[in-house]
């Protein structure tokens, strides 16, 4: 059987060892929590990227409708020397506004497919920072046991100090087994003083 002591000491050092797991968990959520946050940063940089890139086509777009409105313009005005040219400066225009508008369309779906990426990354680290306030919770708690352990194995180790320091044998007093001898020898001297009185008495 266990004394208090060598209770309170096992079960400190398996505190101890447990808070050692605990921190080590903490650790553990914090590099996700940062993995998570430098993916979250990819992902957004990704889309703000692709998010650049539509928008210059749609300007290439807006810029390719008015060439095609001008060159539309210039075949009204052409003559019959040039309405061949003219009209096939019209078409020129409008091919180059359809590429435009297809690789806006592409970047668009791009930038939709980018966009979940970064909701789900920005969402992964919502969950990383989650366990990384629930490990710092347990940890606080978990340190906050151990202090009380260690205080419990402080005041038990002191107690038995005490105790071992009680048992010793102190300069000018007797052992406590001859400390209770002498006090039997007394206790024995003073019966049988008595008795003799009583005796001498009673004569």
């Known amino acids: 059987m266990q004394t208090p002591t060598v209770k309170a000491e096992n079960t400190a050092s398996t505190a101890v060892t447990s808070l050692a797991d605990v921190t080590q968990q903490a650790n553990n959520a914090k590099q996700a929590l940062d993995a998570a946050q430098a993916d979250n940063d990819a992902a957004q940089g990704a889309l703000a990227n692709q998010q650049n890139e539509v928008a210059k086509d749609a300007a290439a777009v807006q810029a390719g409708e008015k060439a095609v409105a001008k060159a539309q313009t210039d075949l009204q005005n052409a003559t019959s020397e040039n309405i061949a040219a003219a009209k096939q400066a019209v078409t020129d225009q409008e091919q180059v506004v359809s590429a435009a508008q297809e690789k806006v369309a592409t970047a668009q779906k791009d930038v939709e497919t980018t966009k979940q990426a970064?909701?789900?990354?920005?969402?992964?680290?919502?969950?990383?920072?989650a366990k990384v306030d629930a490990a710092q919770a347990t940890l606080a708690a978990k340190a906050a046991q151990v202090a009380a352990l260690k205080r419990v194995e402080a005041q038990a180790a002191a107690m038995k100090h005490q105790a071992h320091q009680a048992a010793l044998p102190q300069t000018g007093e007797a052992t406590?087994?001859?400390?209770?001898?002498?006090a039997l020898g007394l206790a024995m001297v003073s019966m049988l003083t008595g008795t003799s009185l009583?005796?001498?008495?009673?004569?």
């Open 118 to 129: 970064a909701e789900q990354a920005n969402q992964a680290v919502n969950d990383a920072q």
């Open 176 to 182: 406590p087994a001859v400390g209770w001898m002498s």
């Open 198 to 203: 009583l005796k001498k008495c009673h004569n």
